[in-house]
Protein backbone atom coordinates (compact mmCIF):
# COMPACT_ATOMS: atom_id res chain seq x y z
CA UNK A 1 0.00 0.00 0.00
CA UNK A 2 1.03 3.31 -0.85
CA UNK A 3 1.73 5.56 2.21
CA UNK A 4 1.03 9.15 2.10
CA UNK A 5 4.12 10.53 3.09
CA UNK A 6 5.05 8.54 -0.16
CA UNK A 7 2.08 10.11 -2.39
CA UNK A 8 2.94 13.59 -0.84
CA UNK A 9 6.45 13.68 -2.12
CA UNK A 10 5.34 11.77 -5.18
CA UNK A 11 2.72 14.54 -6.43
CA UNK A 12 5.04 17.01 -5.15
CA UNK A 13 8.05 15.67 -7.17
CA UNK A 14 5.78 14.51 -10.16
CA UNK A 15 4.68 18.24 -10.70
CA UNK A 16 7.54 20.09 -10.39
CA UNK A 17 9.98 17.90 -12.83
CA UNK A 18 6.94 19.41 -15.62
CA UNK A 19 7.32 15.67 -17.27
CA UNK A 20 5.09 14.84 -20.39
CA UNK A 21 3.95 11.74 -18.90
CA UNK A 22 4.34 9.59 -16.00
CA UNK A 23 6.67 6.91 -18.15
CA UNK A 24 8.81 10.00 -18.45
CA UNK A 25 9.43 11.12 -15.48
CA UNK A 26 10.49 7.15 -14.19
CA UNK A 27 12.48 6.97 -16.02
CA UNK A 28 14.26 10.19 -14.41
CA UNK A 29 13.40 9.76 -10.96
CA UNK A 30 13.73 5.29 -10.48
CA UNK A 31 13.57 5.21 -6.83
CA UNK A 32 9.63 6.22 -7.65
CA UNK A 33 8.84 3.53 -9.98
CA UNK A 34 7.32 1.05 -7.06
CA UNK A 35 5.01 4.35 -6.60
CA UNK A 36 4.84 5.40 -9.80
CA UNK A 37 3.30 1.83 -10.61
CA UNK A 38 0.71 1.93 -8.06
CA UNK A 39 -0.48 4.69 -8.78
CA UNK A 40 -0.92 3.59 -12.73
CA UNK A 41 -2.51 0.40 -11.60
CA UNK A 42 -4.60 2.47 -8.93
CA UNK A 43 -5.88 4.80 -11.94
CA UNK A 44 -6.53 2.34 -14.56
CA UNK A 45 -8.59 -0.45 -12.47
CA UNK A 46 -11.94 1.13 -12.08
CA UNK A 47 -12.12 1.63 -16.22
CA UNK A 48 -12.06 -2.08 -16.28
CA UNK A 49 -16.00 -2.82 -15.98
CA UNK A 50 -17.66 -5.46 -18.02
CA UNK A 51 -20.51 -2.76 -18.81
CA UNK A 52 -17.76 -0.49 -20.45
CA UNK A 53 -17.76 -3.64 -22.82
CA UNK A 54 -20.87 -4.19 -23.17
CA UNK A 55 -23.22 -1.46 -23.25
CA UNK A 56 -26.83 -1.77 -24.01
CA UNK A 57 -28.13 -2.38 -27.57
CA UNK A 58 -28.29 0.88 -29.71
CA UNK A 59 -26.97 3.04 -32.30
CA UNK A 60 -23.91 3.27 -31.04
CA UNK A 61 -22.67 0.02 -31.15
CA UNK A 62 -22.02 1.06 -34.65
CA UNK A 63 -18.71 2.50 -33.28
CA UNK A 64 -17.66 -0.38 -31.27
CA UNK A 65 -14.43 -1.55 -33.10
CA UNK A 66 -14.87 -4.35 -30.73
CA UNK A 67 -17.98 -5.68 -32.06
CA UNK A 68 -16.93 -5.18 -35.67
CA UNK A 69 -13.57 -7.30 -34.98
CA UNK A 70 -15.53 -10.21 -33.35
CA UNK A 71 -18.16 -10.02 -36.08
CA UNK A 72 -15.15 -10.50 -38.60
CA UNK A 73 -13.71 -13.11 -36.75
CA UNK A 74 -16.17 -15.30 -35.97
CA UNK A 75 -16.46 -18.82 -37.26
CA UNK A 76 -19.27 -21.88 -36.99
CA UNK A 77 -17.18 -23.47 -34.31
CA UNK A 78 -15.06 -22.76 -31.01
CA UNK A 79 -12.30 -24.71 -31.71
CA UNK A 80 -11.61 -22.72 -35.31
CA UNK A 81 -11.37 -19.39 -33.65
CA UNK A 82 -7.34 -19.63 -32.73
CA UNK A 83 -7.30 -19.53 -36.34
CA UNK A 84 -7.95 -16.14 -36.98
CA UNK A 85 -4.93 -15.00 -39.08
CA UNK A 86 -4.46 -11.47 -37.14
CA UNK A 87 -1.94 -10.73 -34.32
CA UNK A 88 -2.25 -7.58 -31.56
CA UNK A 89 0.84 -5.89 -30.21
CA UNK A 90 -0.73 -3.99 -27.40
CA UNK A 91 1.24 -1.16 -25.51
CA UNK A 92 -1.23 -0.16 -22.95
CA UNK A 93 -1.76 -2.26 -19.51
CA UNK A 94 -5.49 -3.11 -19.69
CA UNK A 95 -7.00 -6.21 -20.29
CA UNK A 96 -9.95 -5.07 -22.32
CA UNK A 97 -9.84 -6.95 -25.60
CA UNK A 98 -8.86 -10.51 -23.90
CA UNK A 99 -12.06 -9.70 -21.25
CA UNK A 100 -14.30 -8.54 -24.49
CA UNK A 101 -13.44 -11.54 -26.78
CA UNK A 102 -13.53 -14.16 -23.40
CA UNK A 103 -17.10 -12.58 -22.10
CA UNK A 104 -18.27 -12.83 -25.79
CA UNK A 105 -17.07 -16.48 -26.97
CA UNK A 106 -18.40 -17.96 -23.93
CA UNK A 107 -21.49 -16.04 -24.21
CA UNK A 108 -21.69 -16.89 -28.23
CA UNK A 109 -20.95 -20.92 -27.96
CA UNK A 110 -22.12 -21.52 -24.49
CA UNK A 111 -18.64 -22.24 -23.71
CA UNK A 112 -16.86 -23.02 -20.25
CA UNK A 113 -13.94 -20.89 -19.35
CA UNK A 114 -11.34 -23.37 -20.13
CA UNK A 115 -12.45 -24.15 -23.73
CA UNK A 116 -12.53 -20.38 -24.32
CA UNK A 117 -9.20 -19.22 -22.69
CA UNK A 118 -7.45 -22.03 -24.49
CA UNK A 119 -8.81 -20.33 -28.10
CA UNK A 120 -8.17 -17.05 -26.74
CA UNK A 121 -4.69 -17.74 -24.90
CA UNK A 122 -3.50 -19.33 -28.49
CA UNK A 123 -4.16 -15.77 -30.17
CA UNK A 124 -1.02 -13.42 -30.38
CA UNK A 125 -2.35 -10.58 -28.28
CA UNK A 126 1.29 -9.28 -27.28
CA UNK A 127 1.59 -6.52 -24.08
CA UNK A 128 5.01 -5.51 -24.50
CA UNK A 129 5.15 -2.84 -21.78
CA UNK A 130 2.50 -5.64 -20.07
CA UNK A 131 -0.60 -5.20 -18.03
CA UNK A 132 -2.63 -5.03 -14.94
CA UNK A 133 -1.89 -8.40 -14.38
CA UNK A 134 -3.38 -12.17 -15.59
CA UNK A 135 -7.14 -12.61 -16.09
CA UNK A 136 -8.03 -15.68 -13.88
CA UNK A 137 -8.55 -17.97 -17.24
CA UNK A 138 -5.26 -16.79 -18.48
CA UNK A 139 -3.09 -18.71 -15.57
CA UNK A 140 -3.05 -20.35 -12.44
CA UNK A 141 -0.36 -18.09 -10.70
CA UNK A 142 -2.20 -16.50 -8.38
CA UNK A 143 0.37 -14.06 -7.51
CA UNK A 144 -0.26 -12.72 -10.82
CA UNK A 145 -3.63 -13.09 -11.45
CA UNK A 146 -6.25 -10.05 -11.19
CA UNK A 147 -9.53 -10.47 -11.72
CA UNK A 148 -11.63 -7.94 -14.36
CA UNK A 149 -13.58 -5.62 -12.34
CA UNK A 150 -13.42 -1.82 -10.90
CA UNK A 151 -11.73 -2.37 -8.13
CA UNK A 152 -8.54 -0.86 -6.83
CA UNK A 153 -8.12 -2.42 -3.17
CA UNK A 154 -4.68 -1.66 -2.14
CA UNK A 155 -4.08 -5.74 -2.52
CA UNK A 156 -5.55 -5.85 -6.27
CA UNK A 157 -3.13 -2.54 -6.73
CA UNK A 158 -0.52 -4.50 -5.56
CA UNK A 159 -0.60 -7.10 -7.54
CA UNK A 160 -1.34 -5.27 -10.79
CA UNK A 161 1.54 -2.99 -10.35
CA UNK A 162 3.59 -5.90 -10.48
CA UNK A 163 2.87 -6.82 -14.00
CA UNK A 164 3.38 -3.63 -15.52
CA UNK A 165 6.65 -1.87 -17.46
CA UNK A 166 7.56 1.51 -17.84
CA UNK A 167 8.83 2.74 -21.34
CA UNK A 168 12.58 2.70 -20.06
CA UNK A 169 12.48 -0.60 -18.65
CA UNK A 170 11.45 -2.52 -21.94
CA UNK A 171 14.40 -3.38 -24.32
CA UNK A 172 14.08 -4.05 -27.79
CA UNK A 173 15.24 -7.60 -27.40
CA UNK A 174 12.66 -9.16 -25.06
CA UNK A 175 10.79 -11.67 -25.88
CA UNK A 176 7.59 -10.29 -26.09
CA UNK A 177 9.36 -7.10 -28.35
CA UNK A 178 11.11 -9.93 -30.94
CA UNK A 179 7.86 -11.91 -31.36
CA UNK A 180 5.86 -8.24 -32.36
CA UNK A 181 8.84 -7.83 -34.79
CA UNK A 182 8.60 -11.00 -36.41
CA UNK A 183 5.02 -10.59 -36.51
CA UNK A 184 4.85 -7.45 -38.18
CA UNK A 185 7.44 -8.48 -40.55
CA UNK A 186 5.16 -11.75 -41.92
CA UNK A 187 2.33 -9.69 -42.00
CA UNK A 188 0.49 -8.60 -45.22
CA UNK A 189 -1.36 -5.23 -43.30
CA UNK A 190 -0.30 -2.98 -40.20
CA UNK A 191 -3.18 -1.56 -38.41
CA UNK A 192 -2.19 1.59 -35.86
CA UNK A 193 -4.95 2.34 -33.83
CA UNK A 194 -4.82 5.01 -30.97
CA UNK A 195 -0.94 5.10 -30.47
CA UNK A 196 1.36 8.24 -29.20
CA UNK A 197 4.14 7.45 -31.64
CA UNK A 198 6.34 7.74 -28.93
CA UNK A 199 9.74 7.87 -30.43
CA UNK A 200 11.14 5.41 -27.98
CA UNK A 201 8.38 2.61 -29.11
CA UNK A 202 8.47 3.43 -32.65
CA UNK A 203 12.39 2.62 -32.23
CA UNK A 204 11.71 -0.56 -30.55
CA UNK A 205 8.97 -1.65 -33.26
CA UNK A 206 11.19 -1.60 -35.90
CA UNK A 207 8.45 -1.14 -38.58
CA UNK A 208 9.53 -2.08 -41.81
CA UNK A 209 10.00 0.55 -44.98
CA UNK A 210 8.39 0.09 -47.67
CA UNK A 211 6.05 -2.84 -48.57
CA UNK A 212 4.69 -4.88 -47.11
CA UNK A 213 3.67 -4.82 -45.05
CA UNK A 214 1.31 -2.13 -45.74
CA UNK A 215 0.69 0.25 -42.72
CA UNK A 216 -2.40 2.64 -41.81
CA UNK A 217 -2.10 4.78 -38.80
CA UNK A 218 -4.61 6.65 -37.01
CA UNK A 219 -4.03 10.26 -35.58
CA UNK A 220 -5.23 12.66 -33.53
CA UNK A 221 -4.15 16.09 -32.67
CA UNK A 222 -1.26 15.65 -34.51
CA UNK A 223 0.41 18.21 -36.88
CA UNK A 224 1.44 17.37 -40.47
CA UNK A 225 5.05 17.83 -39.63
CA UNK A 226 4.76 15.80 -36.13
Excluded at 85 to 108: H, P
Excluded at 112 to 140: F, M
Excluded at 180 to 201: E, M, P, Q, T, W
Aim: proline fraction near 5%; hydrophobic fraction near 40%; charge should be negative.
Amino acid sequence: EITQNELIEFNRCFRYAAPNSIDEFLAMRTEFIDVGKKLIAKVLLPYEKESKLFPPFDNSIKEDWYRYLLDRMMVDDLSLFSKNDISFVNFNYDRSLEQFLFRALKVRFNANDEDVGTQINQLNIIHPHGTLGLLPWQSNENDLVVSYMNDASPERVTTASKSIIIIHEAVENSPEFELAHKLINDASRVFILGFCYHKDNLKRLKLPEGHPPQKIGTVLNLKKED
